[in-house]
């Protein structure tokens, strides 16, 4: 019977199983590292959408309430005044004064989120009554999602102890109260990681 040198048997059971146990960690370690990874790159895309997200929101604010009107109203969680030139997924021609709104709601789906609205009412003619007649445009769209903070302020004045009057910024705003020229939009994500944003937009002359 033909025998073999000891060095030609081959791998015995014992150094298999030590060699898949080892390959074994080698690709735990390796599946650990790509899901860091790909986690790092994910938290970077939410950071990145997040703040295109908050610019956008800036860009549109900023552009209608530099034309707002006279009249602004507030309750802390929507803002609503009129302005010439809304920003609308649309050009809208012959326009003279729309109206817009923000609103923080909450949704069963995207939590509490920040809506932007636009209303422009049917054109004036010589003898058209605008009582109870539909807009001529309304528009609706979400702005962001799955906020954690979402609110107004402006900057109005409050009596301070000397009686004098200092500035302060004010959660809510009447109708009546001539507008304010500072507005503060306060947003805050979801993720822990996410500071809060604070927008502000001026107009007319500097407040003192």
Known sequence: MKRYPKSEAGFTLLELI????????VA???AAAMSTTLDFYQRNAHRSAA?????AIERTLRHEWATRGTTVRSDGSM????????????ALADLTLAQVQYACET???????????ISVPPAKGPNSVQRNQSPMHEETRILATRLEACAFSFLGSALGPGGQPQPRWIASWDEKTPAPELMRL???GVRADMPPVVYQARTGARSR
């Open 18 to 25: 030590v060699a898949l146990a080892i390959s074994s960690l």
């Open 28 to 30: 735990m370690m390796g």
């Open 51 to 55: 703040r295109e997200d908050v610019r």
């Open 79 to 90: 803002l609503q005044f009129n302005t010439l030139h809304p920003v609308a997924r649309r």
């Open 107 to 117: 949704t069963p789906n995207e939590g509490l989120v920040l809506i932007h609205r």
């Open 186 to 188: 306060i947003l805050s």
